[in-house]
Each structure stands twice: as structure tokens, then as C-alpha cells.
């Protein structure tokens, strides 16, 4: 599955370490994540891994291993509900690569990895200031509307009209605080013609919102996402 991944252009490509690997999987996957990271895939803009949540006690275990990897451009963070959870993953990329992460940014070995919110609740939406203020690496927010809609007790529909106002503020502050990266929910439809209609009406809309990308969770998505947010 990693080596399938090769073939791929887009612009951020996250291996996941939460949902994807059950617990007694977690070192496996992390070790494999960090032998996969040695070389760049010529395709792929920026290679970002998916820890777990602070609160979970595994994020530790996987920024130790995934932060020695040489490709690794950026750390996802899952169910970010207050800037203590940024404060926890700074901290620990600022031990770990202390060369990368220096005050001054001419002495530097490399750039410094990037660290990429997953708004999934209803105590993140209303902290998005200090969350968007949490770390200097913070480079965007990514919405999570399913995870969103089971903290609210609500139901997805097709207008998305029940995620107004979460996607409105997650993009206001992005730009507010002068976050490059924008992200929109994920579209779980992909097979078919109408579900490839539906798909690009969604990334319309995101963009509309002002969202500069959106999330993919199949490999046929990736073409509509890239034609709606380049045009």
C-alpha cells in the first residue's frame, strides 16, 4: 500500500497512524513509515504523517519515530481542541530536531517541519484564535466533518448547510492568521459519474467558503480536487 503511493501526484499526500493501524499495529506502522520516508516520491509535493492524539498517549511514540524520517515535510494532529495539543507537538519537534528548528532561520539545517490542525469538534471551532496562534509551524487547519458531526449529534446531508458555519469560521481564521493551507471535509463518494459530480460541486463550494484545498480519500477524487482549486 505505501509503494502504491509512488505513483501519485498531488500536492500532500498523509500516511496515517490513528484510524488506519489498530493498537497492537502502531509500532509496526510507525516503523514502516519511517523506512518508507528515506526517498521522495517525484510525484508527491509533501509527505505528511497522521499521529494520534495528544491525549491518546501515542502521539509521543509516533513523532520519536516518524521525526527521523528524512522526507518527512509535515505532522497531521488529530482532534486538536486546544492550543496545548500544538504546545505538546512543537515541543517535542523542537527537541527532536533542534538543527531544523532553531530561532534563526539562517541556521537551519533544513526547513522546519509543518504541522497541519484537524478541527473535529465543537470546543475547537470556538477556540480557532488561540488554536491558529498555538505554534509557529502551524501551517493550516483541515476540517474534519464527520468526527464534527458526531461531537454535535448531527446528521451529514448533501447541502452540507450543517457545516456552515464551522467551514466559515475554519477558513476565516486560516486567513486571519495568514495559514497557508485551507482544507475542506472530505467527500466520501467516488464511484461513479454522479458521485464524481457531487464531488466537484462540494470543491465549488469549499472554494467559494474560501478553502484552498480539499481532503481526498480515493485516488479518483484526486483529479476533480486539482481541476476545481486551479482553475
Same mark, same amino acid.
Given at each position: 500500500? #505505501?509503494?502504491?503511493?509512488?505513483?501519485? @501526484?498531488?500536492?500532500?499526500?498523509?500516511?496515517?497512524?490513528?484510524?488506519?493501524?489498530?493498537?497492537?499495529?502502531?509500532?509496526?506502522?510507525? =516503523?514502516?513509515?519511517?523506512?518508507?520516508?528515506?526517498?521522495?516520491?517525484?510525484?508527491?509535493?509533501?509527505?505528511?504523517?497522521?499521529?494520534?492524539?495528544?491525549? &491518546?498517549?501515542?502521539?509521543?511514540?509516533?513523532? #520519536?519515530?516518524?521525526?527521523?524520517?528524512?522526507?518527512?515535510? &509535515?505532522?497531521?494532529?488529530?482532534?486538536?481542541?486546544?492550543?496545548?495539543?500544538?504546545?505538546?507537538? &512543537?515541543?517535542?519537534? @523542537?527537541?527532536?530536531?533542534?538543527? @531544523?528548528?532553531?530561532?534563526?532561520? *539562517?541556521?537551519? *539545517?533544513?526547513?522546519?517541519?509543518?504541522?497541519?490542525?484537524?478541527?473535529?469538534?465543537?470546543?475547537?471551532? =470556538?477556540?480557532?484564535?488561540?488554536?491558529?496562534?498555538?505554534?509557529?509551524?502551524?501551517?493550516? !487547519?483541515?476540517?474534519?466533518?464527520?468526527?464534527?458531526?458526531?461531537?454535535? *449529534?448531527?446528521?451529514? =446531508?448533501?447541502? !452540507?448547510?450543517?457545516?456552515?458555519?464551522?467551514?466559515?469560521?475554519?477558513?476565516?481564521?486560516?486567513?486571519?492568521?495568514?495559514?497557508?493551507?485551507?482544507?475542506?471535509?472530505?467527500?466520501?463518494?467516488?464511484?461513479?459519474?454522479?458521485?464524481?459530480?457531487?464531488?466537484?460541486?462540494?470543491?465549488?463550494?469549499?472554494?467559494?467558503?474560501?478553502?484552498?484545498?480539499?481532503?481526498?480519500?480515493?485516488?479518483?477524487?484526486?483529479?476533480?480536487?486539482?481541476?476545481?482549486?486551479? &482553475?
Amino acid at each position: 500500500m #505505501l509503494e502504491n503511493s509512488r505513483a501519485m @501526484r498531488v500536492d500532500c499526500i498523509a500516511y496515517d497512524l490513528e484510524y488506519c493501524v489498530v493498537p497492537d499495529k502502531k509500532q509496526e506502522a510507525r =516503523t514502516n513509515i519511517h523506512r518508507f520516508l528515506q526517498t521522495r516520491s517525484a510525484g508527491v509535493k509533501e509527505n505528511a504523517v497522521r499521529i494520534n492524539a495528544v491525549d &491518546t498517549g501515542l502521539a509521543w511514540h509516533d513523532l #520519536l519515530e516518524v521525526l527521523k524520517a528524512p522526507c518527512l515535510d &509535515t505532522i497531521i494532529v488529530p482532534k486538536v481542541n486546544s492550543p496545548s495539543d500544538l504546545n505538546f507537538v &512543537t515541543d517535542v519537534i @523542537r527537541h527532536t530536531l533542534p538543527d @531544523r528548528h532553531t530561532e534563526n532561520p *539562517s541556521n537551519r *539545517s533544513a526547513p522546519p517541519i509543518n504541522i497541519l490542525a484537524l478541527v473535529e469538534s465543537a470546543r475547537a471551532v =470556538t477556540d480557532l484564535n488561540s488554536i491558529c496562534r498555538a505554534s509557529p509551524y502551524l501551517s493550516g !487547519l483541515i476540517f474534519a466533518a464527520e468526527q464534527f458531526a458526531l461531537d454535535l *449529534s448531527m446528521t451529514r =446531508t448533501p447541502s !452540507l448547510l450543517e457545516f456552515l458555519y464551522a467551514r466559515s469560521a475554519i477558513a476565516t481564521a486560516c486567513r486571519a492568521y495568514n495559514l497557508p493551507s485551507t482544507i475542506d471535509l472530505a467527500c466520501p463518494s467516488w464511484q461513479g459519474a454522479e458521485a464524481q459530480q457531487k464531488l466537484k460541486a462540494e470543491c465549488i463550494g469549499g472554494k467559494n467558503l474560501g478553502f484552498n484545498g480539499k481532503q481526498c480519500i480515493h485516488p479518483s477524487q484526486v483529479p476533480v480536487v486539482q481541476a476545481a482549486f486551479r &482553475t
